[in-house]
């Protein structure tokens, strides 16, 4: 018995001791030296981070992580996907088993402060919401007292949920879940009456059903849960670079510039010379970041600015659907106000 | 003796340090000493390593947070536990909830072995060949899979709570008591109209106090029997002693309190009322039972065999049919090869209650492991508590189990 209190101390201290050895080096040196971007994901979303017929990642978290890998390494498909669990991610990162996480992970405070981790900005502005089988009748989510929820366990949904059911002074019944698919199995056998997760997240899972119009997301938006991806404490470096990535994807849509023109405006300083200085024809920007000056113009090129990602991944044309909403660059009404590029 | 000493020991008085490891008499001291020192390093060395890296990363260990507010809620609950109770509270919850499958699991799977065990040996060719297979299936593939199975085909096949809704209902409650839902079972509870505490449990407690007491008295009852018979030859007939020891005083206890059944019915989303078996638990326990079953099986088989043909055939000679042969001659004596090996498969059990995370059974791992882990980032403590809980409950095990041994093992004088 000793001696298996004894490993056990040994795999904890090892672990903290190979977290140590990945944090001597700069992130970016690793990353150049291992040729590859270790980038965190979800296990399966589609949308937002699922596996094609073919074995290739596809999504919006996805594209972020592409993004960066080609600011960073020259080559969109130079990304090891590592998927992870609501319960596995933080670990994975904080360990340094991945040198990023997109995984719409929600920016709160103590994951920021307490958890040591820097949420570099966000890429999705989400709430929490609940699906119902239309045949339940419910159209509030007031009117689910006693239901039997399910939810993605080690989520911030799980604690919203706690707060909602205990705000409007209802009760409920939790049956937490490990990852999307399996709730969705759940759910479908009738095992849970609700799902919830964030509204995003609902409608790519309703969009896989066999039957998407049987199911209805009610109209409450529970919670803030602003998503985005995250580095660990400690890096700055690494931390700016895929701050400024994220930006330039964002600055890109804004200012106009597409994988269809970037060509053509990266080719020589045009008049508009905050898009000079995006696409590295003017200014000493990728220098700065300690990369060359057509980072941000391949991070666009990888796969296209936020627009294009948005639109090709969950916007309104794709089985998804998702309006862009709060998602929307400032000057239309959204949230999305990338910093000057100067 | 003394020359024998003298053989052995010729440098009588005279230590050199060459001895240490020349001396058989010193050597392996030497070398236990230098491998408790190595050992004693290592451990430092980790252990500073770790508090090092913690420093560097600006985190500590600290186990404040078990007093902060949960925030989240479990379905199954066996003490008090809302959202707003402590991670502490959280995770007494799961330590019960791990207890509660763990004990039903052993006492389930017990008694699936030692059926499967001695049916194994039967001579009737169908029966040893069925439990034979029940046997290689169940413990040659992974519990875990056998947990998830269960759990699919139940959610899978039973219907949902709305299916018993409407007035030609898909699917209805057995004998109006009983409802079978994918969600778990519900069956009619137990509650006292006219209760002598508030506290429902101090009710149930006394309940159990009247039980011991009768149990107490039956075993003077025959212990008295005992006596007469070996005085006299013949035992005198108690069982309507017994039967009125165990029944009546517990009868008119519950009598008297009132004791009424709650029927479940449902209401709203799901059924209201009764006790709630749920899904999670059953899948997990029954999983953990026909797994750990067959294992037991096997010991029981091999318990049985141990024993001498010549006893099997002693009891014959003297008459004895063979289900009596079996319970009072090869039974007994097989339990002392049984029991060692039966304590490994009762902390396996435990162990494997871990598991539960699969089916989202609020277990101890899923609790403070899981949820308050994750919530709170904090791993190292958590992951140090559930090792210290999971290494005392498989001590206390060991410790009940190994006694018990002692009481069944071979006397010898």
């Known amino acids: 018995m000793k001696k298996s209190a004894f490993l056990g101390a040994l795999t904890v201290a090892g672990i903290a001791a190979s977290a140590a050895v990945a944090q001597d080096a700069s992130t970016v040196d690793q990353i150049k030296e291992r040729g590859k971007l270790n980038c965190g994901v979800t296990t399966g979303l589609v949308g937002f981070a699922a596996p094609d017929a073919n074995g290739q990642w596809n999504g919006f978290d996805v594209g972020v992580c592409r993004a960066v890998a080609a600011a960073v390494l020259g080559d969109a498909n130079a990304v090891e996907f590592v998927p992870t669990t609501g319960k596995t991610r933080f670990t994975a990162l904080a360990s340094g088993e991945i040198d990023m996480l997109a995984r719409n992970t929600t920016w709160t405070f103590s994951r920021d402060v307490d958890l040591k981790f820097e949420f570099v900005g966000v890429n999705y502005y989400d709430g929490q ?47 937490p879940i490990e990852t999307n698919a399996e709730a969705q199995q759940q759910y479908l056998a009738g ?3 609700v799902y919830t997760t964030d509204a995003s997240g609902l409608a790519a899972t309703r969009a896989t059903f066999e039957d998407p119009s049987a199911h209805v997301l009610l109209p409450e938006i529970i919670s803030k849960e602003p998503l985005g991806p995250l580095v660990r404490h ?62 941000a113009k391949r991070a666009i090129m990888a796969g296209g600015n936020y627009g294009e990602l948005f639109a090709k991944n969950i916007g309104e044309d794709t089985p998804i659907a998702l309006a862009r909403g709060l998602n929307a660059q400032w000057t239309e009404g959204g949230l999305l106000y990338a910093p000057p590029f100067r | 003796m003394y020359h024998m000493t003298s053989m052995t020991d010729p440098h009588r ?82 330590i019960l909830n791990t207890l509660l499958v763990s004990f039903l699991a052993c006492v389930t799977a017990t008694i699936f072995g030692v059926i499967a065990g001695v049916l194994r040996l039967s001579n009737n060719w169908l029966v040893s060949k069925l439990m034979s297979v029940y046997v290689e299936i169940f413990r040659n593939i992974p519990v875990l899979i056998w947990i998830i199975i269960i759990f699919t085909i139940m959610t899978a096949v039973m219907p949902a709570p709305r299916a018993f809704r409407g007035d030609t209902p898909e699917a209805t409650m057995l004998l109006d008591m009983f409802a079978f839902t994918n969600r778990g079972v519900y069956t009619p509870g137990p509650y006292f109209t006219a209760p002598f505490f508030a506290n429902p449990f101090l009710n149930w407690v006394l309940v159990l106090a009247v039980l011991a007491g009768s149990l107490f008295a039956t075993r003077r009852v025959a212990h008295w029997a005992t006596g007469v018979q070996e005085q006299s030859g013949v035992r005198p007939t108690t069982w309507y002693f017994t039967l009125g020891l165990w029944v009546v005083p517990v009868g008119l206890l519950l009598l008297v309190m009132g004791l009424a059944w709650e029927i479940p019915e449902l209401k709203g989303f799901n059924f209201k009322g009764g006790i709630k078996i749920g899904g999670a638990l059953i899948a997990l326990w029954f999983a953990l039972s ?124």
């Open chain 2, 290 to 413: 026909i797994y750990t079953g067959a294992f037991i099986a096997e010991n029981v088989r091999a318990g049985i065999q141990a024993i001498s043909k010549g006893q099997t055939e002693a009891a014959g000679a003297l008459g004895l049919r063979p289900r009596r042969t079996m319970n009072l001659v090869v039974l007994p004596q097989a339990l002392r090869v049984i029991i060692p090996p039966l304590i490994s498969h009762y902390l396996n059990i435990t162990k494997n209650s871990s598991l539960a995370i699969a089916v989202g059974y609020a277990d101890v791992t899923a609790t403070l492991g899981g949820i308050t882990l994750n919530q709170t980032g904090r791993a190292i403590e958590c992951v140090l508590l559930l090792m210290a809980f999971y290494l005392t409950i498989s001590l206390l095990i060991s410790v009940g189990m190994n006694f018990y041994n002692k009481s069944v093992k071979l006397k010898e004088r």
């Open chain 1, 129 to 175: 919401g609940f699906m119902v089988p239309k045949e339940l009748g419910a159209t509030s989510a007031k009117e689910l007292d006693g239901a039997t929820v399910c939810i993605q366990t080690g989520t911030t949904t799980e604690l919203n949920l706690a707060d909602f059911f205990r705000a409007n002074d209802m009760s409920y019944e939790p049956v």
């Open chain 2, 13 to 94: 008085g005279q230590f050199r340090l060459s001895m240490l490891f020349n001396d058989t008499r010193y050597r392996s001291l030497t070398y236990q000493a230098i491998a408790a020192i190595v050992l004693a390093l290592a451990i430092w060395y980790l252990g500073n390593n770790l508090l090092q890296n913690l420093r560097t990363a600006g985190l500590n260990i600290s186990f404040g947070f078990l007093g902060d507010p949960a925030g989240y809620d479990i379905s199954q609950r066996l003490v008090e536990y809302d959202s707003q109770s402590s991670h502490a509270r959280a995770a007494i919850v799961g």
């Open chain 1, 191 to 193: 095992a849970c009456d």
């Open chain 1, 234 to 295: 400690g890096d700055n470096e690494w931390g700016d670079i895929v701050r400024w990535t994220l930006n330039a994807l964002i600055a890109a849509e804004e200012l106009g510039v597409t994988s269809a023109n970037i060509g053509e405006l990266g080719a020589s300083a045009g008049a508009n010379p905050e898009i000079n200085r995006l696409l590295g024809t003017e200014g000493t920007l990728g220098e700065m970041l300690g990369l060359d000056a057509e980072w």
